[in-house]
C-alpha cells in the first residue's frame, strides 16, 4: 500500500529557506515519479515541481523556477524539494502525489497523494 509522507515543512522567514521530504512510508519498493503541489488558504492547488522515476528529468513552475530544486537520494526512494529564497507568497500546504514513471503538471495525472506539510513564510 502507498503511503507518501511529507515532512520539514515549518515557519521561517523571508529569504530563508526549507527542505521537504517525501517518502513512501508503505515500502512499496515502487520508484514513482513525484509531484509538489501546495495549496495556500483560499485558493486552488498549484503544480511546483516534479520529477521523474528516473530522476533525470525535473519540472518547475515558473514562479519557483530558480530558486528551488527538487531531487532524490540515491535509492531513489526520497524525494526532496530545496526550497531557498523563501517569500510570503510561497505560504501554503505542500503535499507530495506519486505516480507511475513520468511526471505531470497536472495534479489529475497523480495517483497517491500525501496528507501535506505546511510552510509558513513571514515577512
Known amino acids: 500500500q502507498v503511503e507518501l509522507v511529507e515532512s520539514g515543512g515549518g515557519m521561517v522567514q523571508a529569504g530563508g529557506s526549507l527542505r521537504l521530504s517525501c517518502v513512501d512510508s508503505?515500502?512499496?519498493?515502487?520508484?514513482?515519479?513525484i509531484g509538489w503541489f501546495r495549496q495556500a488558504v483560499g485558493k486552488e492547488r498549484e503544480f511546483v515541481a516534479a520529477?521523474?522515476?528516473?530522476?533525470?528529468?525535473?519540472g518547475y513552475a515558473d514562479p519557483v523556477r530558480g530558486r528551488w530544486i527538487i531531487s532524490r537520494d540515491d535509492a531513489k526512494t526520497t524525494v526532496y524539494l530545496q526550497m531557498n529564497n523563501l517569500q510570503p507568497e510561497d505560504t501554503a500546504v505542500y503535499y507530495c502525489?506519486?505516480?507511475?514513471?513520468?511526471?505531470?503538471?497536472?495534479?489529475?495525472?497523480?495517483?497517491?497523494w500525501g496528507q501535506g506539510t505546511q510552510v509558513t513564510v513571514s515577512s
Open positions: 502525489a506519486a505516480r507511475n514513471t513520468y511526471y505531470s503538471h497536472n495534479e489529475d495525472a497523480y495517483d497517491y
Open positions: 508503505g515500502r512499496t519498493g515502487r520508484i514513482w515519479a
Open positions: 520529477i521523474g522515476a528516473f530522476g533525470d528529468v525535473t
